[in-house]
């Protein structure tokens, strides 16, 4: 009974060894050698019929081969392995690969017990070309080295687990990755070098380094999908500019980096920590915070931005920022952005830069519709709300969702068109309401031609070509050559007006006008109030002869008015 089983494992493992020389034979049946053919020796010492007696030497030579229909040459393979039967292992004592970038070495030894082979390796070869006789996958070819990146690694290969799906990586692996100059998806870079380990399904990469001509960045990830929530964490500093890394972004994130633009000049720090429970970035939350210096965003230039940043569910926040320009600055609580929707939504935000040019850098069409209001120099704005960032092919003819609370302040000299003519006002402050295409300035309090100005302008939608308003004013001890010069181009009519009034009608078009009001003059005209200034010039032609030095100054004049379709009424007009 013993000798016979003794005998069927002598005859199982002659099988199996004559089945994996076969398989040695067939696979080299795949190469083309364009020189000599390989060459193979084979050497058995002991007893064949007594595997656990038996030693086997294998030594394998080969020079110039390449896989059929493949353009890889291997220069040279040589490989030595040895099997002790006894101990049932085998040794590889040299597996040495060389192409025209390099070698790759390795040494290793195999036990039938456990199944597994233990190994380490060196290789400064094509590791991209050799993988490709073996793999069909296109990723391969993303990465293209102008030198071979040099590989040390060691580990242990379950030989039980190759073939098995769903494993992972069959064992265990860890080492060093070093490279220099690369190009992937367009973007060159200088240099890249980290550390790794796998085992089946886990992973991680430490101290990754990589240098680019911007810069340098610096990541630790790891990947268990054991841990849940935490499947994925990393860690990353960045210091060069962000761009390089939009070919890999998905459209979203292209139209997020696309607002901000980088230079010579410019300097980026990047510092952030986070995870998720996959690898794919929407599950992941983000923390960290940026500092960036002499950059543009939308195309408005910034010397500095600070703030602490946060990523959860796709949406970006951005907490205590200070943004510096060179006439002023921005800081805010918070700034959200949402990309999928192209939507910024901020808080207790305050700036003291250009108005137009700081609401420029979030928004164009909001920018545009407060040119109305100038200042000599920038005023203290703030403002809370939401600002639509989508491009004009992205909106079409729908509002833009801008909703926004802006106060403003301000000792410098305003200029804000009205009624086609440009009044100049100091010491100004008030309130405007932005929803969609609507600009509803609430208050303005301030200084104009001499006296107080209190002012309320609705405009109902400003991408309307009629430009629909509504407005009130209240006007206190006016000149009123100052408005007439101004509106009538004439100094000739004096006195001081108080007045307040409700206008409503197209802007640019006098006919379409109606409104209510009261004006009291003292020393001068009624018809040289700013709401009705422009029929000035009618009333200077119409009565030549006696718009002169005192002909037109009344005393004392008071007046309801209404006006209808541009026409002006009073039906108690008193003058003394």
Do not use: C
Request: hydrophobic fraction near 35%.
């Amino acid at each position: 009974g013993d000798e016979e089983k003794k005998k069927k494992e002598t005859e199982q493992a002659t099988a199996t060894q004559r089945k994996q020389l076969q398989g040695i034979l067939r696979e080299l049946e795949k190469y083309e050698f364009l020189t000599d053919r390989p060459s193979i020796s084979i050497e058995f010492s002991g007893d064949l019929a007594s595997p656990e007696d038996l030693t086997v030497g294998v030594q394998l030579y080969a020079e110039n081969f390449r896989k059929r229909g493949k353009t890889y040459t291997i220069s040279s393979f040589r490989a030595a392995a040895d099997y002790d039967g006894l101990e049932r292992a085998a040794e590889i004592s040299e597996f040495l690969l060389r192409d025209r970038e390099g070698e790759l070495s390795l040494t290793g030894d195999w036990s039938e017990e456990s199944g597994q082979l233990r190994y380490s390796l060196e290789s400064g070869a094509d590791l991209p070309s050799l993988a490709e006789m073996f793999w069909k996958d296109k990723r391969l070819r993303e990465v293209v080295f102008f030198s071979s990146p040099r590989i040390t690694a060691e580990g242990v290969l379950d030989l039980k687990k190759l073939r098995e799906e769903g494993v992972g990586f069959p064992g265990e692996l860890i080492g060093d990755f070093q490279a220099e100059r690369f190009v992937t998806r367009g973007e060159v870079f200088s240099g890249l070098e980290f550390g790794f380990s796998v085992a089946e399904k886990k992973y991680y990469v430490r101290n990754l380094r990589l240098d680019h001509q911007s810069g340098v960045a610096f990541l630790n990830l790891k990947y268990d999908p054991d841990q849940g929530d935490e499947t994925l964490q990393y860690q990353t500093e960045i210091k060069l500019d962000p761009h390089v890394f939009r070919p890999f972004f998905s459209e979203g994130g292209r139209k997020f980096s696309d607002a901000w633009a980088f230079g010579e000049s410019s300097t980026v720090y990047f510092a952030a920590a986070g995870g998720g429970s996959s690898v794919d970035a929407k599950t992941w939350t983000n923390k960290g915070v940026v500092d960036l210096r002499n950059f543009t965003l939308n195309g408005v230039s910034f010397l500095e931005m600070e703030s602490e940043f946060e990523s959860l569910d796709l949406i970006h926040s951005f907490r205590d920022v200070k943004m510096k320009r060179h006439d002023g600055g921005i800081v805010a609580k918070e700034a959200r952005f949402h990309p999928a929707k192209r939507l910024w939504e901020v808080e207790e935000v305050v700036w003291t830069t250009d108005l137009q040019e700081g609401a420029s850098a979030f928004n164009k069409k909001l920018a545009k519709s407060l040119t109305k209001y100038q200042f000599t120099s920038p005023p203290t704005v703030s403002l809370s709300g939401q600002l639509d960032s989508r491009r004009v092919e992205e909106v079409g003819s729908e509002p833009r969702r801008n909703v926004l609370d802006i106060e403003f302040e301000s000792e410098a000299t305003a200029r804000y068109t009205f009624l086609g003519e440009t009044i100049t006002a100091e010491k100004s402050r008030g309130k405007i309401a932005v929803n969609g295409s609507r600009v509803h300035l609430k208050s303005l309090d301030a200084e104009v031609f001499g006296g107080t100005l209190q002012l309320e302008y609705d405009a109902k939608d400003v991408r309307s070509p009629e430009r629909p308003f509504e407005a009130r004013a209240i006007l206190k001890d006016v000149p009123l050559e100052a408005v007439t010069r101004l509106y009538a181009d004439t100094e000739t009519i004096r006195g001081r007006v108080a007045a307040a009034v409700t206008l409503s009608g197209n802007g640019g078009d006098i006919a379409t006008l109606d409104g209510d009001g009261t004006a009291t003059i003292t020393d001068g005209n009624l018809f040289a109030i700013p709401l009705f200034g422009p029929l000035s010039k009618a009333i200077v032609k119409a009565r030549p002869g006696e718009v002169r030095e005192g002909a037109n100054v009344a005393r004392q004049a008071r007046a309801t008015l209404r006006m209808r379709d541009g026409i002006i009424y009073s039906e108690d007009f008193e003058a003394l």
